[in-house]
């Protein structure tokens, strides 16, 4: 048998952790190779092994049956290995251009850059495969689906044979992974190999020719796409059968918690509003899910009703309030609680305690506070209570330091600290992006559980699988305007795409 | 395994110690070496005069000791307490000179106050003056997003010109071209000090100084608003996203930490030592000297108790060694040596992870050896 | 016109030292690496390049403009030498930046002090003759206007800043080494990915910090003085300050040192600009402008600031 | 730094050091010359702190350590000798004094008898230098001060008066730039502003302050201008310097170590001038176009006898140095037109 890559009992320890444990992971030439496994299963470790960022603790790499080295990039260049990866590894101030040939550059004269050729390339490229990238356009100006072609264009720019996809689909809406699986596939159709990493079932089922699970660091099975059922490999993935389902009750909305009226948005330089006389009400008892492609005003919708941002035009009304101009602290105070889209960023403290994180949002109520000095017991008791609750699991629970948790885990400290908030207004974006499957549907779960408990959930998301499942009513927005409100029993993914894409409206939402 | 020794000495906060005073050694090697080649006839003679001149002459020495490290203290304090927050304060010797110059001021001047609490008010005056001067860049940098760097600096320099613009106009004392001096009578009391140190120049400003670091101490760890500040300090954003207002907090790190540094200038003026602010266009030194305090106590308002003074000990003791022909910038040297290894913190506690961990593995490995 | 000429050579006395170093700082943080050590690293190349000069003059081996340079050479070698601690702490170490650059504004003038009183028996400054301004250049100035600005009573010193500052600016935009030193200021793991050594880069960003820094030293001292005192007069800093105010951007660099310069230049020549010396202001109001001006033009422009993303984020290979 | 016999020469240095170009460095060359000339211990120290308190120590301790003779240049130790020669436990120390008397709490006490204090009168060699100039046909002066001490302002105002009496022999109007530059350190705002001064016609700029010099002749050679050194002969720091008004501290310092050695010490306060050999003008006066050795010493007789009277600092203390608030001073100078930047 031919094979392009082959990774034999790879072992990688980090402190604490062994993140590969003897796996074997062979990709014969011109195939797709799907690798799946659970969140931390140790699937972007052993990828970043193949390209040269960490070096294996035991283990070796064969390309084309001979055993070679890869100490860095540049080696993984050598044999010609690609890779995406998870998180774009991009310059955010150069031009496409630039962060395409950086590490390759062609020099003239005293070292100045010389870019014709590698422009004609880059053009030559972008055609054919149909990436219609601008070389000129900078990182930050451009959607992380573009970046995502730019991370591509990397790739096929080093004429490389091998190409790994780290996760490349969990930022794309459902259009953008048709056109990247078609891509995936037109590759191989040039001999090219490929490794794609991905949770989502339906996409291994697509494309991949074969698939090699992994555990928990451990190696599971390597089987033919073709042969096996979803259930079987998701089985295979977490240990157990999964439940795909939301079991949740029909809704029974009641009174109004949230209105937004005629809500527009248009920051100082921007040449057009980014939210345009949004309105729409979420009642006690439903979840509301906002959908859309990234980058159509889901994020600066949920700024301006928490507060980050000030609205140009319109109001906010939380349990008949308006609350458009008040702070921050009185939204919180007066029923509002906000899962965040960037749970580093926004949601946690890192270098706090779990202790500290639960406590973000209400360290200065008397439940933790004594003339001005924080009740620490109290604190701990209720960190204690919350860990157990939504299992949120770390080293030495209350006392880990945020920071040294994994993402999943993190993610669930800030679902405990904002649901347990009891507010009458949850607003979760994106609480499950890039979670696995084990997690997903536990965080589902506590949503439902919230909103069956006479609470308005507002979920935003860009999952069309978690829109459809966990809501009760889904508005769509489209370039800053809401352009549907669409029940989801009635309707499918396909036709949610088009609503997203805007080549759709809505009853009631007509131009 | 889990004894209790392991877990002290898998504690952070010891594991910071251990790496200061490898650092602290380190640095004293350095010295050594240094003045072995400068001159090898005196070395071990000054080293040793350098190592224990805090005893020198018992008391005085000591309380002399205590006395030196009161603006250091509370200079490296106000660096801390900043920098806990996020920002680095470099306007430092701006605050201390204008908290000196108002605490002059109303020392020599406000007569109409009794003697007896004069001092009090000066230092508290010369503390909110210092605060007044941080609000500056904090207020920069909370509303225009100003580097709080460049204008910390630009703020010690306007500081510097007004101090002495100030001193001519208002308490100046011609024949030595320098400011005023506050009378003995009206400094600072001594409360006893002077008899248990005997000679030495240790005020109740020391007690002060002292007091201030627990206070800020228990300000940052044990209160809401210290929680405020720190989470700001570690990440704007979140502490935004969570209702705290992080424009307020920034801006109060910086006025509090410039509260210090005033006050800071007020003990050092109001000693009754004859100190007075010279005329010269100079930035006070014990402004800067700050930093390695509070660089080297970690940040940590306790920390800069003990880092400063372990500068004045070991100062005063390079001052005793200029009986020797040795120059005392080896002092300089070694401290700048020890503040630069106390950098490689995170790398000396990785060491000292890999040191416990193959140890652990050798005492295994014995074990297994010894059951064959 | 004569006063313009003599405005603008003075400017470029203040300008000059402040805008290389500055550079220097410029190629440390572009590399993602927080360069405080900018004082000690100036007072460091002072001093060696002092130091030799004395030794060559009192011996009469070199002079002119042979020991000018050669004495450049000096300063930014152990300048670069110098600024090698703060990049194997930075780098190698992953410490705490702000610490080890403070620890190295200490050491530089503690360490020259030190040596210049060990060898001098006591004496701690370091004289030299100051051999090395040109009065003028044949031909060249006479051209009209620009002779007069360039050509006359001028340090070669201005010249090879000019130069330092034309050089910068094109190595670090335009040429291969440049985009690799800023994509590890911006985003080191994108730079690490794609095959580039970041500990490599920001070596050579430090280092070329401590020879801009050290020459600067040299050039700040040669104009204004007949020795040197082991002190830059918190000139590092103020670099620094023209750093973050030029936006880590060399042509912004240089237009915040002239601005600085001039200011500076109005603050002590107030007394020939008639303009000025009408307003009778006391000197100190004259003396405030350069940092009040500086502070009020930070609080117009410092909305969008381009502080390199990576600066002072130590690079871990293994952190995502 | 000193040899490594028992020290019994002291310096103690104030905040300026031993290279301050003034009397720091005056006072240590003194010292020096001597220890290595008559094989004693000698030894500067820096205190430990800049106050009075600071200053009483290091005292202390540079008799510990076994010196015999204390030498402090500098009005900064004036409280703290008032206490030390109180202190029984000195009395066998002999202490020199330049350029102050003891004090308590800043007012003046007299001299114990091992206390030997020299004062300059300033206005002395500052008023030759200003003569000199303006005789040997500048018309257009600058006087540069360090800070605005009694001693500096003196040299100033002595500057003046020259330069008027002088314009007024000549009938000529003269114009002088003065200021204080705040600091005694070098800097390139100093530079600056001597090169505006230049620039602006200043011919000659009298450079009074420690190494304010460094910077102010850098700029006289940038300029092709000239320069007037102050307290010690600096012909040999730069080819601009056309003289130096001189207080021979130096001299001072080596009369009364001698004196201690050869058992003929006096204490006591002592105002040095024209009487003795401690004021004057360099003695080289070749770098003069017209000015002749004769002509100085005719002047320099006038002041020693006293039919040259000289204002100073203490005949209005008020003014803080600005010579055109200082009432007298204002009306005395007819001939100079006095700008003043400060
Ligand atoms: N640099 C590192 N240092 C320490 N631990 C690490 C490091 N990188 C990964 N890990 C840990 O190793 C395990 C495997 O991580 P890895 O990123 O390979 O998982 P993954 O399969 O790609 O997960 P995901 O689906 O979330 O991307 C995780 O537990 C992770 O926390
Ligand atoms: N700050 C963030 N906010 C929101 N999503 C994030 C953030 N950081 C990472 N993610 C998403 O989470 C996913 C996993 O991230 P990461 O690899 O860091 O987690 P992890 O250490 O593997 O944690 P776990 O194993 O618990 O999932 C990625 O797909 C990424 O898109
Ligand atoms: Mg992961
Ligand atoms: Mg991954």
């Given at each position: 048998?031919?094979?392009?890559?082959?990774?034999?009992?790879?072992?990688?320890?980090?402190?604490?952790?062994?993140?590969?444990?003897?796996?074997?992971?062979?990709?014969?030439?011109?195939?797709?190779?799907?690798?799946?496994?659970?969140?931390?299963?140790?699937?972007?470790?052993?990828?970043?092994?193949?390209?040269?960022?960490?070096?294996?603790?035991?283990?070796?790499?064969?390309?084309?049956?001979?055993?070679?080295?890869?100490?860095?990039?540049?080696?993984?260049?050598?044999?010609?290995?690609?890779?995406?990866?998870?998180?774009?590894?991009?310059?955010?101030?150069?031009?496409?251009?630039?962060?395409?040939?950086?590490?390759?550059?062609?020099?003239?004269?005293?070292?100045?850059?010389?870019?014709?050729?590698?422009?004609?390339?880059?053009?030559?490229?972008?055609?054919?495969?149909?990436?219609?990238?601008?070389?000129?356009?900078?990182?930050?100006?451009?959607?992380?689906?573009?970046?995502?072609?730019?991370?591509?264009?990397?790739?096929?720019?080093?004429?490389?044979?091998?190409?790994?996809?780290?996760?490349?689909?969990?930022?794309?809406?459902?259009?953008?992974?048709?056109?990247?699986?078609?891509?995936?596939?037109?590759?191989?159709?040039?001999?090219?190999?490929?490794?794609?990493?991905?949770?989502?079932?339906?996409?291994?089922?697509?494309?991949?020719?074969?698939?090699?699970?992994?555990?928990?660091?451990?190696?599971?099975?390597?089987?033919?796409?073709?042969?096996?059922?979803?259930?079987?490999?998701?089985?295979?993935?977490?240990?157990?059968?999964?439940?795909?389902?939301?079991?949740?009750?029909?809704?029974?909305?009641?009174?109004?918690?949230?209105?937004?009226?005629?809500?527009?948005?248009?920051?100082?330089?921007?040449?057009?509003?980014?939210?345009?006389?949004?309105?729409?009400?979420?009642?006690?008892?439903?979840?509301?899910?906002?959908?859309?492609?990234?980058?159509?005003?889901?994020?600066?919708?949920?700024?301006?009703?928490?507060?980050?941002?000030?609205?140009?035009?319109?109001?906010?009304?939380?349990?008949?309030?308006?609350?458009?101009?008040?702070?921050?602290?009185?939204?919180?105070?007066?029923?509002?609680?906000?899962?965040?889209?960037?749970?580093?960023?926004?949601?946690?403290?890192?270098?706090?305690?779990?202790?500290?994180?639960?406590?973000?949002?209400?360290?200065?109520?008397?439940?933790?506070?004594?003339?001005?000095?924080?009740?620490?017991?109290?604190?701990?008791?209720?960190?204690?209570?919350?860990?157990?609750?939504?299992?949120?699991?770390?080293?030495?629970?209350?006392?880990?330091?945020?920071?040294?948790?994994?993402?999943?885990?993190?993610?669930?400290?800030?679902?405990?600290?904002?649901?347990?908030?009891?507010?009458?207004?949850?607003?979760?974006?994106?609480?499950?992006?890039?979670?696995?499957?084990?997690?997903?549907?536990?965080?589902?779960?506590?949503?439902?559980?919230?909103?069956?408990?006479?609470?308005?959930?507002?979920?935003?998301?860009?999952?069309?699988?978690?829109?459809?499942?966990?809501?009760?009513?889904?508005?769509?927005?489209?370039?800053?305007?809401?352009?549907?409100?669409?029940?989801?029993?009635?309707?499918?993914?396909?036709?949610?795409?088009?609503?997203?894409?805007?080549?759709?409206?809505?009853?009631?939402?007509?131009? | 395994?889990?004894?209790?020794?392991?877990?002290?000495?898998?504690?952070?906060?010891?594991?910071?110690?251990?790496?200061?005073?490898?650092?602290?050694?380190?640095?004293?090697?350095?010295?050594?070496?240094?003045?072995?080649?400068a001159?090898?006839?005196?070395?071990?003679?000054?080293?040793?005069?350098?190592?224990?001149?805090?005893?020198?002459?018992?008391?005085?020495?000591?309380?002399?000791?205590?006395?030196?490290?009161?603006?250091?203290?509370?200079?490296?304090?106000?660096?801390?307490?900043?920098?806990?927050?996020?920002?680095?304060?470099?306007?430092?010797?701006?605050?201390?000179?204008?908290?000196?110059?108002?605490?002059?001021?109303?020392?020599?001047?406000?007569?109409?106050?009794?003697?007896?609490?004069?001092?009090?008010?000066?230092?508290?005056?010369?503390?909110?003056?210092?605060?007044?001067?941080?609000?500056?860049?904090?207020?920069?940098?909370?509303?225009?997003?100003?580097?709080?760097?460049?204008?910390?600096?630009?703020?010690?320099?306007?500081?510097?010109?007004?101090?002495?613009?100030?001193?001519?106009?208002?308490?100046?004392?011609?024949?030595?071209?320098?400011?005023?001096?506050?009378?003995?009578?009206?400094?600072?009391?001594?409360?006893?000090?002077?008899?248990?140190?005997?000679?030495?120049?240790?005020?109740?400003?020391?007690?002060?100084?002292?007091?201030?670091?627990?206070?800020?101490?228990?300000?940052?760890?044990?209160?809401?608003?210290?929680?405020?500040?720190?989470?700001?300090?570690?990440?704007?954003?979140?502490?935004?996203?969570?209702?705290?207002?992080?424009?307020?907090?920034?801006?109060?790190?910086?006025?509090?930490?410039?509260?210090?540094?005033?006050?800071?200038?007020?003990?050092?003026?109001?000693?009754?030592?004859?100190?007075?602010?010279?005329?010269?266009?100079?930035?006070?030194?014990?402004?800067?000297?700050?930093?390695?305090?509070?660089?080297?106590?970690?940040?940590?308002?306790?920390?800069?108790?003990?880092?400063?003074?372990?500068?004045?000990?070991?100062?005063?003791?390079?001052?005793?060694?200029?009986?020797?022909n040795i120059a005392i910038e080896?002092?300089?040297?070694?401290?700048?040596?020890?503040?630069?290894?106390?950098?490689?913190?995170?790398?000396?506690?990785?060491?000292?992870?890999?040191?416990?961990?193959?140890?652990?593995?050798?005492?295994?490995?014995?074990?297994?050896?010894?059951?064959? | 016109?004569?006063?313009?000429?003599?405005?603008?050579?003075?400017?470029?006395?203040?300008?000059?030292?402040?805008?290389?170093?500055?550079?220097?700082?410029?190629?440390?943080?572009?590399?993602?690496?927080?360069?405080?050590?900018?004082?000690?690293?100036?007072?460091?190349?002072?001093f060696?390049?002092i130091f030799?000069?004395n030794f060559?003059?009192t011996?009469?081996?070199?002079?002119?403009?042979?020991?000018?340079?050669?004495?450049?050479?000096?300063?930014?070698?152990?300048?670069?030498?110098?600024?090698?601690?703060?990049?194997?702490?930075?780098?190698?170490?992953?410490?705490?930046?702000?610490?080890?650059?403070?620890?190295?504004?200490?050491?530089?003038p503690?360490?020259g002090i030190f040596i210049a009183k060990t060898l001098q028996d006591g004496q701690q400054n370091i004289g030299f003759?100051?051999?090395?301004?040109?009065?003028?250049?044949?031909?060249?100035?006479?051209?009209?206007?620009?002779?007069?600005?360039?050509?006359?009573?001028?340090?070669?010193?201005?010249?090879?800043?000019?130069?330092?500052?034309?050089?910068?600016?094109?190595?670090?935009?335009?040429?291969?080494?440049?985009?690799?030193?800023?994509?590890?200021?911006?985003?080191?793991?994108?730079?690490?990915?794609?095959?580039?050594?970041?500990?490599?880069?920001?070596?050579?960003?430090?280092?070329?910090?401590?020879?801009?820094?050290?020459?600067?030293?040299?050039?700040?001292?040669?104009?204004?003085?007949t020795e040197f005192t082991c002190s830059?007069?918190?000139?590092?800093?103020?670099?620094?300050?023209?750093?973050?105010?030029?936006?880590?951007?060399?042509?912004?660099?240089?237009?915040?040192?002239?601005?600085?310069?001039?200011?500076?230049?109005?603050?002590?020549?107030?007394?020939?600009?008639?303009?000025?010396?009408?307003?009778?202001?006391?000197?100190?109001?004259?003396?405030?402008?350069?940092?009040?001006?500086?502070?009020?033009?930070?609080?117009?422009?410092?909305?969008?600031?381009?502080?390199?993303?990576?600066?002072?984020?130590?690079?871990?290979?293994?952190?995502? | 730094s000193g040899s490594?016999?028992?020290?019994?020469?002291?310096l103690?240095t104030?905040?300026g050091g031993i290279n301050d170009k003034s009397?720091n460095q005056s006072a240590w060359e003194a010292v020096k010359e001597?220890g290595e000339?008559?094989?004693?211990?000698y030894k500067y120290?820096k205190?430990?702190?800049?106050?009075?308190?600071?200053?009483?120590?290091?005292?202390?301790?540079?008799?510990?350590?076994?010196?015999?003779?204390?030498?402090?240049?500098?009005?900064?130790?004036?409280?703290?000798?008032?206490?030390?020669?109180?202190?029984?436990?000195?009395?066998?120390?002999?202490?020199?004094?330049?350029?102050?008397?003891?004090?308590?709490?800043?007012?003046?006490?007299?001299?114990?008898?091992?206390?030997?204090?020299?004062?300059?009168?300033?206005?002395?060699?500052?008023?030759?230098?200003?003569?000199?100039?303006?005789?040997?046909?500048?018309?257009?002066?600058?006087?540069?001060?360090?800070?605005?001490?009694?001693?500096?302002?003196?040299?100033?105002?002595?500057?003046?008066?020259?330069?008027?009496?002088?314009?007024?022999?000549?009938?000529?109007?003269?114009?002088?730039?003065?200021?204080?530059?705040?600091?005694?350190?070098?800097?390139?705002?100093?530079?600056?502003?001597?090169?505006?001064?230049?620039?602006?016609?200043?011919?000659?700029?009298?450079?009074?302050?420690g190494q304010?010099?460094n910077?102010?002749?850098?700029?006289?050679?940038?300029?092709?201008?000239?320069?007037?050194?102050?307290?010690s002969?600096?012909?040999?720091d730069?080819?601009?310097?056309?003289?130096?008004?001189?207080?021979?501290?130096?001299?001072?310092?080596?009369?009364?170590?001698?004196?201690?050695?050869?058992?003929?010490?006096?204490?006591?306060?002592?105002?040095?001038?024209?009487?003795?050999?401690?004021?004057?003008?360099?003695?080289?006066?070749?770098?003069?176009?017209?000015?002749?050795?004769?002509?100085?010493?005719?002047?320099?007789?006038?002041?020693?006898?006293?039919?040259?009277?000289?204002?100073?600092?203490?005949?209005?203390?008020?003014?803080?140095?600005?010579?055109?608030?200082?009432?007298?001073?204002?009306?005395?100078?007819?001939?100079?037109?006095?700008?003043?930047?400060?």
């Amino acid at each position: 048998m031919d094979y392009a890559i082959e990774m034999l009992n790879i072992t990688k320890e980090f402190p604490g952790i062994k993140a590969n444990d003897n796996i074997t992971l062979q990709v014969k030439e011109g195939e797709i190779h799907a690798l799946l496994g659970e969140n931390g299963a140790g699937k972007s470790t052993l990828m970043s092994i193949l390209f040269g960022l960490y070096q294996p603790d035991e283990g070796k790499i064969k390309i084309h049956g001979k055993e070679v080295l890869i100490n860095d990039p540049n080696d993984a260049n050598k044999y010609k290995i690609g890779m995406v990866h998870q998180h774009f590894k991009l310059v955010h101030n150069f031009t496409v251009l630039e962060n395409i040939i950086l590490g390759i550059e062609e020099t003239g004269l005293f070292g100045k850059l010389k870019n014709s050729e590698a422009r004609k390339k880059v053009m030559d490229l972008s055609q054919r495969y149909h990436l219609n990238v601008d070389p000129d356009a900078k990182i930050e100006d451009i959607t992380v689906g573009m970046q995502q072609r730019v991370e591509i264009l990397k790739m096929l720019f080093r004429d490389n044979e091998i190409l790994i996809f780290d996760e490349p689909t969990a930022v794309l809406t459902p259009q953008e992974i048709d056109e990247l699986m078609h891509i995936m596939k037109e590759l191989i159709s040039e001999g090219k190999s490929i490794i794609f990493i991905t949770h989502k079932l339906n996409e291994i089922k697509a494309v991949a020719d074969r698939c090699t699970i992994i555990r928990k660091g451990r190696y599971v099975d390597t089987v033919n796409v073709a042969d096996v059922s979803k259930d079987v490999l998701s089985e295979k993935m977490v240990g157990h059968k999964v439940n795909f389902i939301v079991d949740k009750d029909e809704a029974k909305p009641t009174d109004t918690v949230l209105k937004v009226d005629g809500l527009t948005y248009q920051p100082k330089g921007a040449n057009k509003p980014l939210l345009n006389n949004v309105s729409f009400e979420v009642k006690k008892g439903e979840i509301v899910c906002i959908a859309g492609i990234d980058g159509n005003g889901q994020s600066e919708l949920v700024y301006n009703i928490s507060g980050i941002e000030k609205p140009t035009a319109g109001h906010v009304y939380l349990n008949g309030q308006d609350i458009t101009t008040t702070s921050i602290r009185e939204r919180n105070d007066s029923g509002m609680a906000v899962i965040p889209e960037d749970r580093h960023k926004h949601g946690l403290v890192l270098d706090y305690s779990v202790a500290e994180n639960m406590i973000l949002k209400s360290y200065y109520k008397p439940e933790f506070e004594k003339h001005g000095f924080i009740d620490f017991d109290a604190m701990n008791a209720y960190s204690d209570k919350l860990i157990e609750q939504y299992d949120v699991r770390s080293g030495e629970g209350s006392k880990s330091i945020a920071r040294g948790m994994s993402g999943g885990n993190q993610q669930k400290a800030i679902v405990a600290r904002e649901i347990e908030s009891d507010s009458d207004l949850l607003i979760a974006v994106q609480p499950t992006r890039g979670l696995d499957v084990g997690a997903i549907e536990f965080i589902h779960k506590q949503i439902v559980k919230h909103r069956d408990s006479e609470h308005a959930v507002l979920l935003v998301s860009l999952e069309l699988d978690e829109v459809i499942t966990v809501s009760d009513r889904i508005l769509v927005m489209y370039e800053g305007e809401i352009v549907a409100d669409v029940n989801p029993k009635d309707i499918d993914v396909k036709e949610l795409g088009l609503y997203m894409a805007g080549s759709k409206r809505g009853i009631g939402y007509e131009k | 395994m889990k004894n209790k020794s392991a877990g002290f000495f898998e504690k952070d906060s010891t594991k910071s110690v251990i790496s200061s005073l490898i650092a602290i050694l380190i640095g004293l090697l350095v010295g050594l070496v240094i003045i072995l080649i400068a001159n090898p006839a005196d070395a071990l003679e000054g080293f040793l005069i350098m190592l224990t001149g805090g005893f020198q002459e018992g008391m005085l020495s000591l309380g002399d000791v205590l006395a030196y490290s009161v603006p250091v203290m509370m200079t490296g304090l106000s660096i801390a307490f900043a920098y806990k927050t996020g920002e680095f304060n470099i306007g430092v010797p701006g605050q201390y000179y204008v908290g000196a110059f108002v605490a002059l001021l109303i020392g020599v001047k406000a007569t109409f106050l009794p003697d007896a609490i004069a001092w009090l008010i000066a230092i508290i005056c010369g503390g909110l003056a210092g605060a007044l001067w941080a609000f500056v860049p904090g207020i920069l940098k909370a509303k225009r997003n100003v580097n709080v760097v460049i204008s910390g600096i630009m703020m010690n320099y306007v500081g510097l010109l007004l101090v002495i613009r100030g001193v001519k106009t208002f308490i100046y004392e011609s024949t030595g071209a320098q400011s005023l001096t506050v009378s003995t009578e009206r400094a600072i009391p001594k409360f006893g000090l002077d008899v248990i140190f005997e000679g030495s120049s240790i005020n109740f400003g020391f007690v002060i100084a002292v007091a201030l670091c627990i206070v800020a101490w228990i300000i940052m760890n044990k209160t809401t608003f210290g929680y405020e500040l720190k989470a700001t300090g570690f990440n704007k954003d979140a502490a935004k996203y969570a209702g705290m207002n992080e424009t307020k907090a920034v801006i109060m790190s910086l006025v509090i930490a410039g509260l210090f540094a005033g006050v800071g200038g007020a003990i050092a003026y109001l000693g009754g030592t004859g100190k007075a602010i010279q005329i010269s266009e100079v930035l006070p030194p014990e402004g800067f000297n700050g930093i390695p305090v509070a660089l080297l106590g970690f940040s940590n308002p306790i920390g800069c108790i003990f880092a400063s003074l372990f500068i004045a000990y070991i100062n005063v003791g390079g001052n005793y060694m200029q009986s020797l022909n040795i120059a005392i910038e080896v002092i300089d040297i070694i401290v700048a040596v020890i503040v630069y290894f106390a950098s490689f913190t995170l790398f000396i506690k990785l060491m000292l992870d890999k040191f416990r961990n193959s140890k652990k593995h050798k005492t295994l490995a014995a074990k297994e050896g010894g059951n064959k | 016109m004569n006063i313009v000429y003599f405005l603008f050579a003075q400017t470029l006395l203040f300008a000059i030292p402040l805008m290389i170093v500055a550079l220097g700082g410029m190629f440390s943080e572009r590399s993602g690496v927080v360069n405080l050590a900018l004082e000690g690293i100036m007072i460091i190349g002072g001093f060696s390049g002092i130091f030799y000069m004395n030794f060559m003059q009192t011996n009469d081996i070199m002079h002119g403009m042979p020991l000018l340079f050669t004495a450049l050479l000096v300063s930014a070698a152990v300048g670069c030498l110098f600024s090698m601690l703060h990049a194997f702490a930075a780098v190698n170490l992953r410490a705490d930046q702000t610490i080890s650059g403070t620890a190295l504004n200490m050491l530089g003038p503690a360490l020259g002090i030190f040596i210049a009183k060990t060898l001098q028996d006591g004496q701690q400054n370091i004289g030299f003759t100051n051999e090395f301004r040109i009065s003028s250049v044949p031909v060249l100035s006479d051209i009209p206007v620009l002779g007069d600005l360039f050509f006359k009573n001028f340090y070669i010193t201005t010249f090879i800043a000019i130069a330092i500052l034309i050089i910068s600016y094109f190595f670090l935009m335009k040429t291969k080494t440049g985009l690799r030193i800023r994509s590890c200021g911006e985003n080191p793991q994108a730079a690490d990915a794609a095959g580039i050594s970041v500990y490599k880069i920001r070596y050579l960003g430090v280092g070329l910090s401590g020879i801009l820094g050290g020459m600067g030293g040299l050039i700040y001292i040669l104009p204004i003085s007949t020795e040197f005192t082991c002190s830059v007069d918190g000139y590092g800093f103020l670099a620094l300050a023209v750093l973050i105010f030029g936006n880590w951007a060399p042509l912004r660099i240089a237009g915040a040192a002239f601005f600085f310069g001039i200011t500076k230049t109005l603050a002590y020549a107030y007394g020939s600009v008639p303009f000025l010396a009408h307003l009778a202001l006391p000197d100190t109001v004259y003396k405030l402008i350069p940092y009040v001006a500086t502070l009020i033009l930070l609080a117009f422009t410092s909305k969008n600031s381009a502080a390199p993303r990576a600066d002072g984020v130590p690079y871990d290979k293994s952190k995502r | 730094s000193g040899s490594n016999k028992k020290t019994e020469i002291a310096l103690i240095t104030d905040s300026g050091g031993i290279n301050d170009k003034s009397f720091n460095q005056s006072a240590w060359e003194a010292v020096k010359e001597y220890g290595e000339k008559n094989d004693k211990g000698y030894k500067y120290y820096k205190p430990a702190s800049f106050d009075d308190e600071g200053y009483k120590k290091q005292i202390k301790s540079a008799v510990k350590n076994g010196a015999k003779i204390v030498v402090l240049p500098g009005f900064k130790f004036a409280n703290a000798m008032g206490d030390i020669q109180e202190d029984k436990t000195y009395k066998d120390v002999k202490f020199v004094c330049i350029d102050f008397t003891p004090t308590k709490k800043d007012a003046a006490v007299d001299p114990a008898e091992n206390v030997y204090c020299a004062s300059y009168k300033e206005q002395q060699p500052g008023y030759l230098a200003g003569y000199a100039a303006v005789k040997d046909g500048y018309t257009k002066l600058g006087f540069m001060g360090g800070i605005s001490l009694p001693a500096v302002i003196n040299y100033g105002y002595g500057y003046l008066q020259g330069a008027n009496d002088a314009a007024k022999e000549l009938n000529k109007k003269i114009t002088v730039n003065y200021t204080y530059t705040g600091t005694f350190n070098e800097s390139p705002s100093i530079k600056t502003q001597a090169t505006a001064w230049y620039n602006g016609g200043t011919e000659i700029i009298f450079s009074c302050g420690g190494q304010i010099c460094n910077s102010v002749f850098a700029a006289a050679e940038d300029t092709k201008k000239f320069s007037i050194g102050v307290d010690s002969d600096q012909k040999d720091d730069s080819k601009t310097v056309v003289t130096s008004a001189l207080k021979n501290v130096k001299q001072t310092v080596a009369d009364q170590i001698t004196a201690v050695y050869d058992n003929k010490f006096k204490g006591g306060a002592y105002v040095l001038d024209a009487s003795g050999s401690y004021i004057g003008l360099s003695s080289d006066f070749s770098r003069f176009k017209t000015f002749k050795k004769a002509d100085y010493e005719a002047e320099y007789a006038k002041i020693k006898d006293g039919t040259t009277k000289i204002l100073t600092h203490s005949d209005d203390e008020s003014a803080k140095g600005n010579p055109n608030k200082t009432v007298k001073l204002k009306a005395a100078l007819t001939n100079v037109t006095v700008k003043f930047e400060g």
